[in-house]
């Protein structure tokens, strides 16, 4: 057992699994380098999970990621006994404290490196990540299982010579329909909340509703209806979006129906009530809007043109171990700044022969 | 520009001669802290010329990597007062400014992405981190050669470099790290990402933790510390190089 215990403890194993781990990263950035698309899946999940029930499937890409996962926890276990063993030399040791502090702040450095690794162990399990949230300027988003709505105030974005140089969103998060933060997401500035980040990506524009021209004895007049809302009321009529066809066909009989469900033909049926009966109906052509006309009472509403909203896509993640692993990295890189300075490399040389 | 490059580039070929004549060797510090201050001119209206600090894109980032490693080499000559590895250094800052010459040097908007804090401190760790670590190879190399001939006293000063030079750098780099995985964490929502970038780094820094801890080990030390400094230098130009233009990532230059 004393021996088992010592070869686990050992420098050398440290630097076997080091070497292992090298060997295996290797092959880890020639499979991600060759598998770009199908590997890019692993920043979109909770990685752990994802690797134990689809990745195992998939070992052409993942063959790598197992002995990887499994030197990794030797190297921990390989640290973790190393420094109980330093420790209980150091705190039996009768030399004074000056002495021993530099050896002690090695294993603070292994401890907080444990600590770090621990984190990301959590955040490889648990939390969650959502990506590719389109939202529309004005609209609101569910985030699943949190009870929580994001709604996207204003989005606003602005370019030089094709480059990006402003995204900016305003986000409201909200409880039970009450605001409980607010805030502008862009690049490198996300919302956070409890553990929750939301971060505004990428943005574009799109379609939102449309605009007709109304008109009557060379008088014009627009008139704007959006998707979704579906009806506008203009001079004693009430005009509304019917169904939406994307395939649009007709049958013997002259009946609309759609021939699949591809967007080969689009088509939006538009109904003209008066007094709550349907008095003019026609079919708007997506690819084809300009010959869309329809008349009644006089009057002739025409397609003018696509009304287009800015949309932003938001990324919404839970990440439950990154305060973990950043308390763990604050105190590795504190302990390895001390080392910088620390006097007393001689005798921690001395005291480590005996490990070998 | 092209001007002041080139006279970098002349000014350190003239440092490097003057280290193999004996009649001009004393003006040799004189000679490298003058290329020193031209490259930094360079450097610095570079910066002026496109608003933020140098460090974008390849062009940028080998004028930095040079000028890091001449800054540490400067550092080290005040420091031990006598020549270490300075031409083996020098070689690579001219190796680096030449690549430069042939680099896209275009001025373009920054991405909005690397208008950040974060970026600027990730990248200069890093690039100091490649510089000691670079350092601790020519000393390696430097050691190898003068293993034979060498006095034991300056043969245990390089030695003294090659490990001060590794943990100086694992230190550096271990914060790029951490500077990268905040910015990364703020940017895009997540502090690792699944890349070749990130692995490889991972790999250097896995490669320095292992040097340092040799250390400690009997029959690590002279030769074989040597060699390993030596090999250390193609881990950090695979990292720097290598993955940013060979292989797809998020660091593509």
């Given at each position: 057992?004393?021996?088992?215990?010592k070869?686990?403890?050992?420098?050398?194993?440290t630097?076997?699994?080091?070497?292992?781990?090298?060997?295996?990263?290797?092959?880890?950035i020639?499979?991600l380098?060759?598998?770009?698309?199908?590997?890019?899946?692993?920043?979109?999940?909770?990685f752990?999970?994802?690797?134990?029930?689809?990745?195992?499937?998939?070992?052409?890409?993942?063959?790598?990621?197992f002995p990887l996962?499994?030197?990794?926890?030797?190297?921990?276990?390989?640290?973790?006994?190393?420094?109980?063993?330093?420790?209980?030399?150091?705190?039996?040791?009768?030399?004074?404290w000056?002495?021993?502090?530099?050896r002690l702040?090695?294993?603070?450095?292994?401890m907080?490196f444990?600590?770090?690794?621990?984190?990301?162990?959590?955040?490889s399990?648990?939390?969650f990540?959502?990506p590719?949230?389109?939202?529309?300027?004005g609209?609101t988003?569910?985030?699943?299982?949190?009870?929580?709505?994001?709604?996207?105030?204003?989005?606003?974005?602005?370019?030089?010579?094709?480059?990006?140089?402003?995204?900016?969103?305003?986000i409201?998060l909200?409880?039970?329909?009450?605001?409980?933060?607010?805030?502008?997401?862009?690049?490198?500035h996300?919302?956070?909340?409890?553990?929750?980040?939301?971060?505004l990506?990428?943005?574009?524009?799109?379609p939102?509703?449309?605009e007709?021209?109304?008109?009557?004895?060379?008088?014009?007049?627009?008139?704007?209806?959006?998707?979704?809302?579906?009806a506008?009321?203009?001079?004693?009529?009430?005009?509304?979006l019917?169904e939406f066809?994307?395939?649009?066909?007709?049958?013997?009989e002259?009946r609309?129906?759609?021939?699949?469900?591809?967007?080969?033909?689009?088509?939006?049926?538009?109904?003209?009530?008066?007094?709550?009966k349907?008095?003019?109906?026609?079919?708007?052509?997506?690819?084809?809007?300009?010959?869309?006309?329809?008349?009644?009472?006089?009057?002739?509403?025409?397609?003018s043109?696509?009304?287009?909203?800015?949309?932003?896509?938001?990324?919404?993640?839970?990440d439950?171990?990154?305060?973990?692993?950043?308390v763990?990295?604050?105190?590795?890189?504190t302990?390895l700044?001390?080392?910088?300075?620390?006097?007393?490399?001689?005798?921690?040389l001395v005291?480590?022969k005996?490990?070998? | 520009?092209?001007?002041l490059?080139?006279?970098?580039?002349?000014?350190?070929?003239?440092?490097?001669?003057?280290?193999?004549?004996?009649?001009?060797?004393?003006?040799?510090?004189?000679i490298?802290?003058?290329?020193?201050?031209?490259?930094?001119?360079?450097l610095?209206?570079?910066?002026?010329?496109?608003?933020?600090?140098?460090?974008?894109?390849?062009?940028?980032?080998?004028?930095?990597?040079?000028?890091?490693?001449?800054?540490?080499?400067?550092?080290?000559?005040?420091?031990?007062?006598?020549?270490?590895?300075?031409s083996?250094?020098?070689?690579?800052?001219?190796a680096?400014?030449l690549?430069?010459?042939?680099?896209?040097?275009?001025?373009?908007?920054?991405?909005?992405?690397l208008?950040?804090?974060?970026?600027?401190?990730?990248?200069v760790?890093?690039?100091?981190?490649?510089?000691?670590?670079t350092?601790?190879?020519?000393?390696g190399?430097?050691?190898l050669?003068?293993?034979?001939?060498?006095p034991?006293?300056?043969?245990?000063?390089?030695?003294?470099i090659?490990y001060?030079s590794?943990?100086?750098g694992?230190?550096?780099?271990?914060l790029s790290?951490?500077?990268?995985a905040?910015w990364?964490?703020l940017?895009?929502?997540?502090?690792?990402?699944?890349?070749?970038?990130?692995?490889?780094?991972?790999?250097?820094?896995?490669?320095?933790?292992?040097?340092?801890?040799?250390?400690?080990?009997?029959?690590?030390r002279?030769?074989?510390?040597?060699?390993?400094?030596?090999?250390?230098f193609g881990?950090?130009?695979f990292?720097?190089?290598g993955?940013?233009?060979?292989?797809?990532?998020?660091?593509?230059?």
């Amino acid at each position: 057992m004393k021996t088992f215990w010592k070869s686990l403890s050992s420098l050398r194993l440290t630097i076997i699994l080091i070497t292992l781990l090298i060997l295996v990263t290797f092959g880890g950035i020639f499979t991600l380098s060759a598998y770009r698309e199908e590997m890019g899946k692993m920043d979109r999940v909770i990685f752990l999970p994802w690797l134990f029930r689809e990745g195992a499937g998939e070992t052409g890409l993942t063959w790598w990621i197992f002995p990887l996962l499994l030197f990794l926890s030797f190297f921990a276990l390989n640290t973790a006994i190393c420094t109980i063993d330093a420790l209980k030399d150091i705190l039996s040791s009768d030399k004074p404290w000056r002495r021993r502090l530099r050896r002690l702040v090695v294993q603070v450095v292994h401890m907080s490196f444990l600590l770090a690794l621990g984190g990301h162990l959590v955040s490889s399990l648990y939390g969650f990540r959502s990506p590719q949230n389109y939202i529309l300027e004005g609209r609101t988003l569910e985030i699943p299982g949190k009870g929580l709505t994001l709604r996207l105030n204003e989005l606003r974005v602005s370019s030089r010579d094709g480059v990006l140089t402003e995204m900016r969103g305003d986000i409201s998060l909200m409880k039970d329909g009450r605001v409980i933060k607010r805030k502008w997401v862009s690049p490198n500035h996300p919302l956070l909340y409890r553990g929750i980040a939301v971060y505004l990506l990428h943005h574009g524009m799109a379609p939102a509703g449309i605009e007709l021209n109304l008109s009557k004895g060379g008088r014009k007049e627009t008139i704007s209806l959006a998707f979704g809302d579906g009806a506008v009321s203009f001079r004693g009529y009430r005009l509304r979006l019917a169904e939406f066809l994307p395939d649009l066909a007709t049958d013997r009989e002259g009946r609309a129906f759609s021939a699949s469900s591809e967007f080969r033909n689009p088509a939006q049926r538009l109904v003209v009530y008066k007094e709550g009966k349907p008095i003019a109906s026609g079919w708007l052509l997506y690819l084809h809007p300009f010959g869309f006309s329809l008349d009644f009472d006089g009057y002739t509403l025409s397609f003018s043109r696509i009304l287009y909203r800015p949309y932003g896509v938001l990324e919404i993640n839970e990440d439950q171990g990154a305060f973990v692993a950043l308390v763990g990295t604050i105190i590795f890189m504190t302990a390895l700044s001390l080392l910088l300075f620390l006097k007393g490399e001689e005798a921690e040389l001395v005291s480590q022969k005996g490990i070998e | 520009m092209d001007l002041l490059l080139y006279t970098s580039i002349l000014s350190y070929l003239l440092a490097l001669v003057s280290i193999h004549l004996k009649r001009v060797e004393r003006y040799f510090p004189s000679i490298l802290l003058l290329a020193w201050a031209i490259h930094t001119a360079l450097l610095v209206l570079r910066g002026l010329a496109t608003g933020h600090a140098p460090m974008i894109g390849r062009y940028e980032s080998l004028l930095f990597f040079g000028w890091s490693i001449t800054s540490l080499n400067l550092f080290l000559l005040y420091r031990y007062r006598f020549r270490t590895a300075d031409s083996l250094n020098i070689l690579i800052v001219l190796a680096s400014l030449l690549f430069a010459l042939y680099s896209e040097k275009g001025i373009y908007p920054v991405p909005i992405v690397l208008k950040t804090r974060w970026f600027e401190v990730h990248v200069v760790t890093s690039f100091f981190s490649y510089a000691l670590f670079t350092i601790a190879a020519t000393s390696g190399a430097f050691y190898l050669l003068m293993e034979k001939k060498g006095p034991p006293s300056r043969l245990r000063a390089l030695q003294e470099i090659i490990y001060r030079s590794a943990l100086w750098g694992f230190f550096l780099f271990s914060l790029s790290m951490t500077f990268g995985a905040i910015w990364a964490y703020l940017a895009w929502g997540r502090y690792w990402l699944w890349e070749p970038k990130t692995l490889s780094s991972m790999v250097l820094w896995l490669y320095f933790a292992g040097l340092i801890h040799t250390r400690f080990l009997k029959g690590w030390r002279g030769r074989r510390l040597g060699w390993v400094a030596v090999a250390g230098f193609g881990f950090t130009l695979f990292t720097y190089l290598g993955v940013s233009i060979l292989l797809p990532n998020s660091h593509r230059m």
